[in-house]
C-alpha cells in the first residue's frame, strides 16, 4: 500500500448506529493517515450527525432510504458518482458487511466507478472480486460489528486506540439544551426511546409506560419522552399513562445532530435496540437495552459493562431475524416491565 494516501474514500452507507460503531474504524484510519483528506460517504439519515465527526475532513451522503421509497432517485446517482471520481481517491475502504449477493454487485458497481487505485472491504458474496484487499467472509461473524468494521480499517493500515465509540456537536448545541437542564439541577433525569427503525424491534409502549411511572415514583425522576418525528404517536402513547408533572415529551422535536447532546445529559436511557442506544453507549449514559430479533452479542451497547444491561429472552427463533412482520412477537412481549424496571433501579442506584 502507499505509504501516505493523500486521498480516502471511506463507505459506511448505513443508519446512525452504524455510524456511531465505525467512530473506532474512522479514528484508526485518520491515526495511521493524519494528513490525508478524508471523505466519508455515508446514509442521508446519518449526516447530520457524521458532519460533526473530527476524523473526517467532508462528508457526502448517499440516499439509500430514499431509494427503497422511491425510483427517480435513481438520477441523482451518476452526478453524486461523477463528483466523487473527480476527487481522484488513492485508497477506498468499505466498512460496512457484505451480507448479499445483490449487495455486493452494488457495492461492487460503485467501487469500480470511483476509480481508486487501492479498494478494501469484506470478501463476502464475491465483493473479493473488485477488491486489492479485503477481510475474510467469516469477519463479521460471532462478533460486535464494531470490531468487525475495525478489521476492515486495520486491513487498510489503520492505527487502532483504546477511545471506543464516539459522537460530536457543535458547542451551540451544548449550550442550547444547558438552558433546558438547568432547571433540573438535582433532579434524575431518564430518557425512554420507544421507537425503532422496525415494528419488530419495539417494545410495547404501555409497557415502557408502566416502567416510567415506576422509576419516577421509585426516584422522583423527570421523564424525558425521545423519538423521531415518525414515532410521535408512539412517545404520545407513551407519556398518555405517565404522570403529567413529571413527563416532558420531545419525541419529534430534537434535531438528530441535537440528540447526542441531550442523551449526553441524562442520567439513564431506556430504549430499544436502536441508534440512541448506541448513542448512550458512545457519551457514556448508562442505558437500558430491550433486545428482539436483534443479538446484542453483534450490536449491543459497545461500552463498558457497568454502564448498560441488555434483556433478552430465549426464544425457538433463529437470531438475528430480519422479518419486519412477525405476530406474536414472543421474543420482546416475554420481557417483564418489572425486570425492566429492576435493571433500570440497579443502574440509577450505582
Known amino acids: 500500500m502507499e505509504a501516505s494516501p ?36 455515508t446514509s442521508t439519515d446519518a449526516l447530520p450527525v457524521a458532519r460533526h465527526y473530527r476524523m473526517v475532513d467532508q462528508v457526502t451522503a448517499f440516499p439509500i432510504r430514499e431509494l427503497r421509497r422511491s425510483k427517480k432517485h435513481l438520477l441523482q446517482i451518476p452526478g453524486l458518482l461523477w463528483g466523487l471520481r ?14 448479499s449477493l445483490r449487495g455486493a454487485i452494488k457495492m461492487g458497481l460503485l467501487f469500480l466507478s470511483l476509480g481508486a487505485k487501492i479498494k478494501i472491504g ?6 473479493g472480486l473488485f477488491l486489492t484487499a479485503a477481510v475474510p467472509a467469516d469477519t463479521f461473524t460471532g462478533r460486535h460489528v464494531a470490531d468487525a468494521m475495525l ?43 420507544p421507537g425503532g427503525d422496525r415494528e419488530t424491534r419495539r417494545w410495547h409502549p404501555d409497557r415502557f409506560a ?3 411511572e415506576k422509576i419516577a415514583r ?15 404517536d408512539l412517545a404520545a402513547r407513551v407519556g398518555s399513562r405517565l404522570p403529567s408533572n413529571v413527563t416532558v415529551n420531545l419525541s419529534g422535536k430534537v434535531p438528530v445532530d441535537e440528540l447526542a447532546c441531550l442523551i449526553s445529559r441524562l442520567d439513564l436511557l431506556l430504549t430499544n435496540d436502536s441508534g440512541p442506544m448506541h448513542i448512550a453507549a458512545a457519551t457514556k449514559t448508562p ?4 433486545f428482539g430479533p436483534g443479538d446484542p452479542l453483534l450490536n449491543g451497547p459497545y461500552t463498558q459493562p457497568e454502564l448498560y444491561r441488555v434483556i433478552r429472552k430465549e426464544v425457538l427463533c433463529d437470531r438475528p431475524c430480519g422479518v419486519k412482520r412477525c405476530s406474536p412477537l414472543s ?4 420481557i417483564a416491565p418489572e425486570e425492566v424496571a429492576a435493571a433500570c433501579a440497579e443502574l440509577l442506584n450505582g
Open 122 to 127: 469484506h470478501d463476502n458474496h464475491g465483493f
Open 151 to 193: 478489521e476492515i480499517a486495520l486491513k487498510a493500515g489503520g492505527v487502532p486506540d483504546a477511545l471506543g465509540t464516539e459522537v460530536f456537536w457543535d458547542a451551540e448545541v451544548g449550550a442550547k439544551w444547558d438552558h433546558f437542564f438547568t432547571p433540573l439541577a438535582g433532579e434524575i433525569v431518564v430518557g425512554i426511546h
Open 210 to 212: 408502566a416502567v416510567g
Open 6 to 41: 493523500s486521498s480516502i474514500l471511506v463507505v459506511l452507507i448505513a443508519g446512525i448506529g452504524d455510524l456511531v460503531l465505525a467512530s473506532p474504524s474512522l479514528r484508526a484510519v485518520r491515526n495511521r493517515y493524519p494528513d490525508a483528506d478524508i471523505h466519508l460517504i
Open 86 to 99: 473527480q476527487k481522484k481517491f488513492t485508497l477506498a475502504v468499505n466498512l460496512f458487511r457484505v451480507s
Open 331 to 334: 421474543c420482546l412481549d416475554l
Open 287 to 290: 442505558v437500558v437495552a430491550l
Open 218 to 232: 421509585q426516584f422522583h425522576a423527570r421523564i424525558i419522552l425521545l423519538g423521531g418525528p415518525s414515532e410521535t
